[in-house]
């Protein structure tokens, strides 16, 4: 008489595990797996700093869109502070990209545009947010916004400017 095995596979985010043996065993396994991985990857899912993408995008309506263009402002940029105007413009291009619709990153010349200034201005205030870390910098020399940026400027800022545009 053969003995009956039980294979079980589990995947919880990133962790992979497969169980194989007697009933009993893999049973045991499994109750193991989740005493231990589940407590402890809760723990660093509570450390780690992560966006909620569909609450980000439900805060930026009607503030800035995703466009087959690039990032877009639904506001005007003479209600926003150049500082404001960019990380729009960085945040914006972030949804894109994770939407899968956008690169994720933009140039300090796309950036210029959208801001319509000048480069030294454009420059200073990249800078300012690059310090602050709202921004980095990729190796080709162009800028994305930083998770800690976008968690500051949820919490923070986006509040201002929909508070200053129902004025």
């Known amino acids: 008489m053969t003995k009956e095995t039980l294979t079980v596979h589990i995947k919880y ?3 992979e595990q497969t169980f194989t043996g007697d009933v009993n065993q893999v049973w045991v396994s499994v109750n193991r797996f989740f005493s231990e991985m589940i407590p402890a990857l809760q ?11 569909e609450k980000l995008v439900e805060d930026c309506k009607n503030v800035i869109a995703v466009a087959p263009e690039g990032p877009v402002l639904l506001v005007s940029k003479q209600r926003l502070t ?4 960019l990380t729009l413009h960085l945040l914006a291009t972030y949804i894109g990209n994770k ?4 690169k994720s990153f ?5 950036l210029q545009a959208a801001l319509g200034k000048n480069a030294k201005i454009t420059g200073t205030r990249l800078g300012e947010l690059y310090r602050e ?25 986006l509040l201002e400017i929909r508070e200053k545009l129902q004025r």
Do not use: H, N, P
């Open 99 to 102: 939407l899968g619709l956008s």
């Open 43 to 53: 723990i660093v899912k509570k450390a780690l700093l992560t966006v909620d993408l």
């Open 82 to 85: 150049d500082s404001e105007t």
């Open 106 to 110: 933009l140039t300090k010349e796309e």
């Open 133 to 157: 870390g709202y921004a980095t910098k990729t190796d080709e020399g162009s800028y994305r916004i930083t998770t800690l940026g976008i968690k500051r400027f949820q919490e923070e800022t």
């Open 13 to 15: 985010m990133d962790t």
